[in-house]
């Protein structure tokens, strides 16, 4: 089983991404995001439990994220491979997905960044904006503040995977399938 943590800034096209390659590689895609909106629709016990921290204005505990995931890799014994989209975000939590991983007799094999100029993703973001009627797509202030915030918070997450060798940077500019492929390079070469 191969296991992968996509990461990228915002409009580096990791939702495009996952999607090809799970559809190429037979994985499972797992998008912190779909998993929250998912358990809190559906009004899961945990569901409920993220909801009440994020009612507040607080952050969702690690726990409560890991057992959502746990759950959602349980429900895929089969699979060939799981490509964790927005997860991990910190260090505590990429230490926690590695423990869940290890529980389930895997591990992640790499943390795969899409790389795009700061330029190329406002442009791609505006764009973006002007056809999903997105709020945060729309201003490029607040583009450029997603940005930022993206490489405030994941430069801990690149040297912690660079220290276990398992950081690789991929151009993420270019026709889909060219990135595809360059992706695919790598994945093939774990």
Do not use: C
Not at 17 to 35: C, P, R
Not at 77 to 90: H, L, S, Y
Not at 150 to 160: E, F, P, S, V, W
Request: net charge negative; glycine share 8%.
């Amino acid at each position: 089983m191969t296991n992968i943590v996509l990461f990228g800034p915002p409009g580096a096209g990791k939702g495009t991404q996952a999607e090809v390659l799970k559809e190429k590689y037979n994985w499972v895609h797992i998008s912190t995001g779909d998993v929250f909106r998912f358990n809190i629709k559906n009004e899961t016990e945990l569901g409920a439990l993220a909801k009440s921290y994020m009612d507040k204005g607080h952050l969702v505990p690690d726990t409560v994220t890991i057992d959502m995931l746990k759950a959602e890799v349980e429900k895929n014994p089969e699979a060939n491979g799981i490509i964790f989209d927005g997860f991990p975000r910190t260090e505590a939590q990429a230490e926690a997905l590695s423990s869940l991983m290890e529980e389930m007799n895997s591990q992640i094999n790499a943390m795969v960044a899409l790389e795009v100029d700061d330029e190329v993703l406002v442009n791609r973001l505006l764009e973006r904006g002007k056809s999903s009627g997105r709020a945060d797509d729309a201003n490029e202030n607040v583009i450029r503040e997603r940005i930022a915030e993206y490489y405030r918070k994941t430069d801990i997450l690149k040297k912690y995977y660079q220290q276990q060798d398992k950081y690789y940077g991929v151009n993420g500019v270019g026709r889909i399938e060219e990135i595809t492929q360059r992706l695919s390079d790598v994945i093939e070469a774990l």
